[in-house]
Structures are given as structure tokens and as C-alpha cells.
């Protein structure tokens, strides 16, 4: 656990978010880019950066990207996110995307996190990954 993105007071924690940021960059577990959002000022259009976690061959074979979900507690994804990957740093962020999307990886992921231990009974509970599923199982490359 990296004891600087905590800081500690009396009664509990708070995640340092810009340090948190860093270490999720730096992991290649975030990914960002531009785009043009509403102002939550004036509703007006304007440029922004937008964080993304990466999900690249999680749920199918290629580029993927969860988006941030923003509104009554911003930071609760970025806690969320951290937290999981703090627990596991390999497969932390998978399983984290599985219950954001309320869905298993695809065949491969899943039994790679099976044989690295970071399977759960929560996650095998999650519907199975409909992109396997219409292929009609374990097929493919492997991850």
C-alpha cells in the first residue's frame, strides 16, 4: 500500500487524489484524453480532459475505455479504482471493470485471473461476457 496517497487523521483517511492519480497513470491503469463537455457553469461547450480507465482486451479483443462517472461524490470512482488496484495491481482494475459493467471479462481474462487467485464468488456471479457467449465459449487466442 503506498502510504503517501493516505492521509491519515484522527478518526479515518482521505486518498490524496493527485497522488493517486499518478500512481493509476504511472500503472497504466488511467488513460485520458479531450473532449468537448458541457460547462457545469454555463452548459456551454468547451474542451476538456477526460480520465478513462483502461479496459484494452478486458471484455473483448481490442482498444476499450470505461469512462469517470462525475456527479454527487466526484471522487468516488477514483477511490473505488485506487482501492482495487492497491489490493491486487494486476487484475484489481479487471475486476473493478467487471462490476462497473456488470459483467465477466472474456473467456481468457477469466481464467487467467482464476489461476492468479483474483477469482471470486462475486465476480463469478456477474452475467457472463456477452461477446464469449456468442462465440460459444473459450475460444480464441488466450490473453
Same mark, same amino acid.
Not at 504511472?26 to 463537455?37: G, I, N, S
Not at 480520465?51 to 468516488?76: I, Q, S
Given at each position: 500500500m503506498s502510504e503517501s !496517497?493516505?492521509? *491519515?487523521? +484522527?478518526?479515518g483517511r482521505l486518498l490524496n487524489q493527485g497522488h493517486a492519480l499518478g500512481e493509476l497513470l @504511472? !500503472?497504466?491503469?488511467?488513460?485520458? &484524453?479531450? %473532449?468537448?463537455?458541457p460547462s457545469p457553469n454555463d452548459g456551454v461547450p468547451r474542451d476538456a480532459v477526460v480520465?478513462?480507465? %483502461?479496459?484494452?482486451?478486458?471484455?473483448?479483443?481490442?482498444? &476499450?475505455? +470505461?469512462?469517470?462517472?462525475?456527479? &454527487?461524490?466526484?471522487? $468516488?470512482d477514483l477511490y473505488e479504482i485506487y482501492r482495487s488496484? +492497491? /489490493?491486487d495491481p494486476k487484475w484489481g482494475v479487471v475486476a473493478w471493470l467487471c462490476f462497473? %459493467?456488470? +459483467? @465477466?471479462? @472474456? &473467456?481468457?481474462?477469466?481464467? /487467467? =485471473? %482464476? =489461476?492468479?487467485?483474483?477469482?471470486?464468488? *462475486?465476480? $463469478?456471479?456477474l452475467p457472463r461476457n456477452s461477446y464469449w457467449a456468442k462465440l460459444g465459449g473459450d475460444r480464441g487466442r488466450s490473453a
Open positions: !496517497a493516505w492521509v *491519515e487523521f +484522527e478518526g @504511472q !500503472a497504466d491503469a488511467l488513460v485520458f &484524453d479531450r %473532449r468537448t463537455v480520465l478513462f480507465v %483502461r479496459a484494452n482486451d478486458v471484455f473483448a479483443w481490442g482498444p &476499450d475505455a +470505461e469512462a469517470f462517472r462525475t456527479g &454527487d461524490k466526484p471522487g $468516488e488496484w +492497491e /489490493q462497473r %459493467r456488470n +459483467e @465477466q471479462p @472474456q &473467456d481468457p481474462v477469466r481464467n /487467467q =485471473m %482464476r =489461476m492468479a487467485g483474483a477469482w471470486t464468488p *462475486e465476480l $463469478e456471479a
